[in-house]
């Protein structure tokens, strides 16, 4: 499994706080920096529902900044085959990681550059939130 350095995808942060309570975090650390929670889906619930496997706690937050997506798809109309932005909580050998898609990377594939600017917002929104995750855990 690759660290949260080696992910070219995301932004990745370990954290010592349990995993409820970083879930719980992550979802009011989005929403300060704008975004909704449009799906939370626990990938071991769901594993173990479909499948009858045993999997760590994992979840899937699909975010959404409503005035950016709004941009965004003002400017690509398609971009909703990218969106919304993800966000994953999960652990890991005894460790809670919490991470974010990293935007610039996800919307490179457009190709469109005035989406740039967008991106990097939406990077600096989604890793403030991350951070801000991780730095509760340390008070």
């Not at 999960?90 to 991106?119: F, I, T």
């Amino acid at each position: 499994m690759k660290t949260a350095s080696e992910i070219a995808y995301g932004y990745l942060r370990e954290t010592e706080m349990p995993f409820e309570d970083a879930v719980a975090r992550t979802e009011a650390a989005l929403k300060v920096e704008g975004f909704g929670v449009l799906c939370h889906i626990d990938i071991q619930a769901k594993l173990r529902e479909k499948l009858g496997v045993e999997f760590p706690k994992y979840v899937i937050l699909g975010a959404c900044n409503p005035p950016l997506a709004h941009r965004a798809l003002g400017e690509e109309i398609n971009l909703g085959l990218l969106l919304p932005c993800n966000a994953v909580i999960y652990e890991q050998d005894g460790q809670v990681h919490v991470g974010v898609v990293d935007a610039e990377k996800m919307l490179s594939v457009v190709g469109n550059p005035a989406m740039l600017e967008m991106a990097r917002q939406v990077n600096e929104k989604l890793r403030r939130a991350v951070d801000n995750v991780v730095a509760h855990a340390r008070r």
